[in-house]
């Protein structure tokens, strides 16, 4: 029989969905299970969004061009404008979700070796990425002391190497939700002119916004060459299956090079692609109400965390996400025992150990990461829960 | 400035879309052109097809399973059961395309540097899928003489290094149009075998045989752990848009690999996979008209071409290519001349150079690749452009 690759190997299994299995037959048990695991929205995606594919009356489904529609992208360069970021429809490649628009960054900007510096903790799935693109993450450590905030300048200078090409962000942060300030951003722009870097900007949560405006990495000036925005419609209009996304750049040389691989997978999906430019003709006050939704959510949530003893959640500026420290002595086994040996009133919680968010090793045992993606009743219930499971947790710990 | 990598430099552009630019050119100057160069038909996917996305009335558009819905995917074990492949549903996973497929192999069986043998000439993209896994192409050489049957297992014994991990194929084949016989198949089960190889079927145009039955990798006896399928409803439905595919394997170690990457992306398109649900419900004769009216286009084109002085053209078993050689300089050159400089009666034809398909230097020169995308009418004046622009080309030789 012969072997699988060794990349085959090393690619990380998914930290949030591991626990599927378990979270399974807790409900086969006739347990309700709180998912505040992951990143998938209750709220409806609008319904013009639906409605435009809906009533599309093409006959033949067909390719689009490599880079999308002409018209899609001529409606992103509107939706851009609107933070004041100027583009021409070229400058924007449309992407099989934000995961291609990380793989075209790492594939068209890092060889084999190459480093990537990220703030830990960061989006899991960055790993299977550089996995695939045979690219090395270097992670440097923020602290849930400060709320996550930009580690120092001096953190990232410790970290650069010859090898160094990038550093990636996600603004506001998943799995933080911190939100990174006008001046962190200065700080980035700074490493990057001085040592001649890409600054990868994941962006997809930008409308997510409650302690402060956004700041984009492209409103960075004289970074042009420097800033690759990868973004996705997914979550912005609760559109996650869609699998659209953008990779945008003003380097004419990277938007070539990243064509190439735009050009090889054909294109990026055509029905949701007629969502996706639906959706920029959203009335702008659309996001005034999810904002308001998810922004009382998070208050329910993060004050209900912090009422528990032993608990700490910094209070996240966007994003849909909380990380919180528990009083426990892993936060794998925790959220497993969560699942299989826990219920309150036939219910229990799911949750991501924030071990998975981390590469150094250790960091996260005591850390959880918690979507309010669910309305607030039910967030009232897993907090109830949750209290109740630290209560009786065999491996609680004193803080 | 930062650099791009290496592989971005590497990264070949399509030779298919690289003329694209000479017949905008054409249609701004009036002319019209026949687009006999990439694989989009004119034929209107079902309309069941489409109307089971239009009916839809989910709320959310979520991200469905990593693998795919598990009703698409059961519905898929139904579809394969028609070929006499006897599968579950676990052993699908629904990629985003075909190409996302070939990608999930590559990635997940071939480390950087390891080989895979392939004939040529064979589809350009797998060229650009290699040069993202960092893995070698190895190519052994298929004659237009013989229609471009499978070469002597000589030829593959001889290319197998120890960095072999696999041969891949595409039957019935992009870009010649030949379909591997049962015999042909079986030449290759032995080579992985006794070399231990994997052997990447790729099968998007299963059911357009039109010299004798499809004979699938899935079908050899023994070779469970060595056959990875490939798959696509892009051709099979004229539903390239979709960006729906699988990969198919028995081999349970490939699929937990495989499932880590497809982990990674979160999920293929949801719109779409409603899609390829409802096609495996369409009449079992849908495909009677489809084939009919393909192998009637490939007997008119294939006819026509064989007439014109010089030109030689083997009749196709399968798919909806034909390779031919011409009485030219260089394909490159003379597929451009057809759009820059050429008309008759204010048409063109544009074609696909074959020296993109080809990884051995100088070959295909003399080739082109036509797709009998279009009805039999617009292959008919195609054919008399193509006559007439052979009679006039500055480049033209005896032969």
Redesign the interface.
């Known amino acids: 029989?012969?072997t699988?690759?060794?990349?085959?190997?090393q690619?990380?299994?998914?930290p949030i969905?591991k626990l599927v299995p378990f979270a399974e037959a807790a409900k086969k048990r006739g347990v309700k299970v709180y998912h505040l695991n992951i990143g998938?929205?209750?709220?409806?995606?609008p319904k013009p969004?639906?409605d435009a594919?809906?009533?599309?009356d093409?006959?033949?489904?067909?390719?689009?061009h490599?880079a999308g529609n002409e018209s899609y992208r001529r409606k992103l360069v509107e939706y851009y404008s609107r933070f004041n970021v100027s583009l021409n429809h070229n400058q924007i490649i449309v992407t099989?979700?934000g995961?291609?628009a990380i793989?075209f960054a790492f594939?068209?900007?890092?060889?084999?070796g190459?480093e990537v510096i990220v703030p830990e903790p960061f989006y899991a799935?960055y790993n299977?990425?550089a996995v695939?693109?045979?690219v090395k993450i270097k992670t440097i450590t923020a602290n849930i002391e400060t709320g996550f905030a930009l580690p120092a300048m001096e953190a990232f200078e410790a970290a650069i190497t010859p090898r160094t090409?990038?550093i990636l962000i996600c603004n506001p942060n998943n799995p933080t939700g911190y939100l990174y300030s006008k001046e962190e951003m200065e700080v980035l722009k700074q490493l990057c002119l001085k040592h001649?870097?890409?600054l990868f900007s994941d962006e997809a949560y930008r409308e997510f916004c409650y302690a402060g405006e956004h700041f984009s990495a492209m409103n960075l000036e004289g970074m042009d060459?420097?800033v690759i925005l990868m973004d996705t419609i997914s979550k912005r209009y609760?559109?996650?299956?869609?699998?659209i996304g953008a990779f945008v750049t003003k380097?004419q040389?990277?938007l070539d090079?990243?064509m190439?691989?735009a050009?090889?997978?054909?294109?990026?999906?055509?029905?949701?692609q007629i969502?996706g430019e639906a959706a920029v003709d959203l009335p702008l006050d659309y996001f005034d109400g999810i904002k308001a939704e998810y922004q009382s959510r998070r208050d329910v949530l993060v004050e209900g965390l912090n009422k528990i003893p032993g608990v700490f959640c910094p209070n996240p500026g966007g994003a849909f996400y909380a990380m919180a420290s528990l009083p426990i002595d892993d936060s794998d086994k925790f959220c497993q025992w969560m699942l299989e040996s826990f219920e309150y009133e036939k219910q229990t919680v799911m949750m991501s150990p924030a071990t998975g968010f981390y590469a150094t090793p250790g960091l996260g045992k005591k850390e959880v990461r918690l979507a309010y993606v669910l309305n607030r009743d039910d967030i009232r219930h897993a907090i109830v829960c949750l209290e109740k499971a630290l209560e009786v947790y065999p491996g609680r710990t004193s803080k």
């Open positions: 029989m012969p699988i690759s060794q990349r085959g190997v690619m990380p299994s998914s969905r998938q929205p209750d709220i409806e995606t969004v639906l594919v809906r009533h599309s093409f006959k033949i489904l067909e390719y689009s490599s099989t979700g995961s291609e793989v594939m068209a900007c890092l060889d084999p190459d799935n299977g990425f695939e693109a045979e090409k990038a001649n870097l890409f060459d420097n609760s559109a996650c299956g869609g699998r380097n040389v990277v090079a990243a190439k691989f050009q090889a997978r054909l294109s990026p999906p055509s029905f949701a969502a």
